[in-house]
Each structure stands twice: as structure tokens, then as C-alpha cells.
């Protein structure tokens, strides 16, 4: 494993305390896998594997509506965890898809090894509980501002507060992920300083 990508998988465990030996265990249990842009990651249906470290690229989450149309959940991008962690967690098949919306090399760690750190090392349970934490009230978050923020407001504090990674992504999966039409997007885009 290269150092760089160590220190976004430090970055992400920030908490762990473990030796010398156990630091090279803890790598050995990583991969590295390399996606094309718009590969899928997780296909629906399928038994999400795998949990993520992202490495580079981006990648949307997302499900297919009733009219076959991508409606995006959510992205992960550099540095960020990904997956389809209910899959993960559950071992029930995914309802989800997870797509490289640019060429993507992330790092994966199977299920097995996963639940092996949290049932061996207490720092890993104290990690768990604070990343799920986040995720529940990062949707929870997302969930007040779709339901009482106007589109303008949405793409407001979207683009203030993502990265950039995501801003050269296909406005469509912006827009979807905004609940707003591609033209409402590229309007406010347009008209809008953030």
C-alpha cells in the first residue's frame, strides 16, 4: 500500500491506537480495486461485499424510480468512505446502486476482516459507533433541507459546503441529488455566486 493511501486510511480510522505489528496487519487487510468511469461499483440485487475507502475518483449512490431514472442519494469522492453500507451490514441484496462517476481506485476491505477488527480492538466498536452516527445525521440533515429549503437554498448550501470533485461531476447527478430538474440546476448555477 502506497504511504499516501495509508494516511487516507489513518485519516479515516482517526481513532485507532495500534502498534507497529498490528499497523501492518491492519494494511494487509486492505486491496486496492480500480474502477472505469461509470463502472458499476454494486450492481442492485447484488450483496454489497465490501467496505470502501476511496482513493480517487467519485462515485453516486443511488436507486432507479419507477420511470427507470437514476435518483441520486448521495456521492463519495477522495478520502470518503463508500459502499452500500445496509447491504453490508444486513448481507440482504442491495436495492441500491453504487456507479464511478470518474475513474476511480478505492481501497476494500471484505466483511469478514471488517468484523474481525471491531470483535478484536475496542477503538474499531468506538469508530463504528461515531461513522454511523454521522451517516444518520448527515441523512437526517439532508432529509430537513429537501423538505423545507427552496431549490435556490439547496443548491446554496450544496455548493458551499461540497468539494470540489463534485462540481465537475455530471450536472444531472447534482440535480437529481438536489431533487431538482437538470434545467432548474443549470439555471441557478448559472445565476447563482456561492
Not at 21 to 47: M, N, P, R, V
Not at 69 to 75: D, Y
Not at 114 to 135: C, R
Request: with cysteine; aromatic share 14%.
Amino acid at each position: 500500500m502506497r504511504d499516501e493511501d495509508f494516511l487516507l486510511l489513518k485519516n479515516l480510522f482517526f481513532n485507532l491506537r495500534i502498534s507497529d505489528k498490528e499497523e501492518e496487519h491492519f494494511k494487509s487487510l486492505w486491496c486496492t480495486k480500480s474502477f472505469k468511469q461509470y463502472d458499476l461499483i454494486t450492481e442492485a440485487g447484488s450483496i454489497e461485499r465490501n467496505f470502501y475507502l476511496v482513493l480517487e475518483g467519485v462515485q453516486a449512490i443511488y436507486v432507479l424510480n419507477e420511470k427507470g431514472e437514476k435518483v441520486v442519494l448521495g456521492f463519495s469522492y477522495t478520502g470518503s468512505p463508500s459502499g452500500v453500507f445496509d447491504s453490508f451490514v444486513s448481507g440482504e441484496p442491495s436495492k441500491i446502486f453504487l456507479e464511478a462517476l470518474k475513474p476511480s481506485r478505492l481501497l476494500a476491505i471484505s466483511k469478514s476482516d471488517y468484523l474481525d477488527l471491531f470483535k478484536n480492538d475496542p477503538s474499531f466498536y468506538q469508530w463504528g459507533h461515531h461513522f454511523f452516527q454521522e451517516v444518520l445525521f448527515g441523512r437526517l440533515s439532508r432529509e430537513v433541507e429537501l423538505l423545507t429549503l427552496t431549490a435556490e437554498q439547496r443548491y446554496i448550501s450544496f455548493m458551499q459546503r461540497c468539494p470540489e470533485e463534485l462540481k465537475v461531476i455530471p450536472q444531472k447527478y447534482l440535480a437529481s441529488y438536489l431533487n431538482m430538474k437538470p434545467e432548474t440546476f443549470s439555471r441557478l448555477r448559472a445565476s447563482t455566486v456561492y
